[in-house]
Each structure stands twice: as C-alpha cells, then as structure tokens.
C-alpha cells in the first residue's frame, strides 16, 4: 500500500487523466467512475487500482517526485488508508456472507493486508465508504475473542467506526422469524451477575454509538425492503446459551431484550477504551432452546445472508465516512 512502497507513475496518470476528464465534461457518474477503476486494475493490478480509488474518493493532490513515480514524504502520509468502518465477524457463514456482498457491490473480491501482525482483507470502497473486514474468535474476553481483534484493528487501522456482523438468538419464535434482524441500541451483558435465589445482574447497560443508530434505522425505515429490522437491547455473553430455562430466567431481567449474542461486551469495551463509534448488527438463527443444530447450518446462512445485504445496501443508500 501506498505507506510503505512506491507505486507506479502511471497509476498517478490514469488519475489526473480522470480528474481531467471529470473536469471538462462534469461527467462524474458510476458508470465513468466503474470505467476508469477497471482500466487502472487491468493495467496495474487490484492493489494500486484499489489506493487510486480511494485516492480520488479523498481528494488527496498527489505530488510525484521527478521521473521515478514514487510518493514524496508528505503525500506517502496523505495517502495512509483509514478505514471508515471494520467489519468484524466470528464463523465461516458470516464472513462468507460479508466478502459475497462486497464483492457484488463493488466487483472487488477485496484485497488481504497484514498491519502489525494480524490479517485484514480490505474490502475496498463503497459509496465513498472504505470498508476494511477481520476475524475474531467467539466470545468476548478469551484470547483471540472479540475484545482482543477489535483492539488490535484500532490500534493498527484507525477506523472510524466498528461493526460486529453476523448471527445472534431471538427471544420469541411466535413474534420474530429467522433471520430478521437486531440492531443495538443497547447491550446487557449477562455474564456479571449475583446468582443467589434469584439472578441480578450488576454490568453496565452501555448506549451503541447514537450516529450508526440513526444511520441505520434511517435506512431501515426510508428504503429497506429485506428482512424485518428490531432495534432495541441485544442480550451478550460468553456463555452459548442453549437452555430454554436459562434463557427465561435472563428474559425476566430484561424484558426488553429482542435477542442475544456473545460478542458484544468485548466490541464495546475496546471500542469505548479508544473513543471509537460501535455497533453489533446481528440476525437470529436460532432461539436458544435446546434445539440450535436443527438445520443449523442452513438457518446460519441465511441470517448472514440478511445482515450482510442490509449492510451493503445501507452504504449504497448513503455514505458512511468516519466523523
């Protein structure tokens, strides 16, 4: 990427000639844009087609330094991709999910990068939105779950916001259907609880970050058309609950929960430790009743498939760029 190796000079060129072209004809339409994106990446590779882009999307003025067609200091530090989001999912279904609707909505299958470490696949722009995906393992506070990648990736990327992505649990079969889909508005972490006759839980009720919110139900209310959308407080612990009565018992602390997921707690504690905006999006594949492996692979798909649709149509609606 563009911090740390030169890049061609005829990458540069390709992107005055569009500047240009843009200029005289205020021609500035998808389709020009898919055009020029294709040429660049047919003549110079996905990579250097990929920081082109984002380096038009930005506006960065890039200065080359005489006929050698590398970056001079202070556009090298210009040109330092910053995502505006990351994605973050736990299982195979998930991110199979995510990189399918990138790359039919962006015709990139996305590029993998390694910052500091660890492996990030940056699934390139969308609506002037750059849009970088990782992994975590499952579970909040173990090694390799949720708290750790979510920290690293901040640390490492510096995105404007985070996203955990994927499958959760619904709270009433009768009312919700699989794969409608959960917005946080709020989290109840369950595993911090006094468990004596009866269970009280003691952990903090923290707010998702109120843009995304608004973003995301102004969406859901102006355009979506897809899976039904329940905003509202999502349920998250380590513990993988598959015990009617245990579930009920957590549903009379909380009756406003509309789900559950186990992920949560661990985004929201290293997003808030790094003043970063948040948000879990998740779709119910099961109910939390003893009965998760009934057709669990086929219900896992396709709440993926739901939560990863509404994502990528959200971004073509409007823009979401880092504040």
């Not at 055009?35 to 038009?56: D, P, S």
């Not at 057709?295 to 990863?308: D, E, L, P, T």
Request: with cysteine; proline share 4%.
């Amino acid at each position: 990427m563009p911090t740390d190796g030169d890049i061609p000079l005829g990458a540069y060129e390709i992107l005055l000639d569009l500047r240009l072209y843009i200029k005289e004809t205020g021609d500035r339409s998808v389709k020009t844009i898919k055009k020029w994106y294709q040429k660049a990446k047919k003549k110079y590779g996905i990579n250097t087609a990929n920081v082109a882009l984002w380096l038009f999307e930005e506006n960065v003025q890039v200065r080359t330094c005489g006929t050698t067609g590398t970056m001079d200091t202070g556009a090298r530090q210009m040109a330092k991709i910053k995502p505006d989001l990351v994605l973050v999912t736990v299982n195979e279904h998930e991110t199979k999910a995510i990189h399918d609707a990138f790359q039919a909505a962006t015709g990139n299958p996305g590029t993998p990068e390694t910052h500091e470490g660890r492996l990030y696949r940056n699934l390139g722009v969308l609506n002037s939105t750059t849009v970088f995906y990782a992994l975590s393992e499952m579970g909040s506070g173990s090694l390799g779950a949720m708290h750790q990648p979510v920290d690293k990736a901040i640390r490492a990327l510096d995105p404007g916001a985070v996203i955990a992505v994927g499958i959760a649990f619904g709270v009433d079969e009768d009312k919700q259907s699989i794969g409608d889909i959960l917005l946080s508005k709020q989290l109840r972490p369950y595993d911090l609880q006094r468990a004596g006759k009866e269970i009280i839980l003691r952990d903090d009720k923290p707010h998702a970050t109120p843009r995304l919110i608004n973003y995301f139900e102004s969406f859901a209310q102006a355009r979506w058309v897809g899976a039904k959308i329940r905003p509202g407080v999502i349920l998250t612990g380590a513990r993988l609950i598959d015990d009617i009565n245990y579930w009920d018992q957590l549903l009379k602390l909380e009756g406003e929960a509309v789900g559950g997921e186990m992920e949560g707690a661990g985004l929201y504690v290293a997003s808030h430790e790094h003043k970063v905006d948040w948000i879990v999006i998740k779709a119910i594949c099961d109910w939390a009743d003893g009965n998760k492996k009934q057709n669990k692979a086929a219900r896992q798909k396709k709440a993926s498939k739901n939560v990863s649709e509404f994502l990528v149509q959200a971004l073509q609606y409007a823009p979401l760029k880092r504040q």
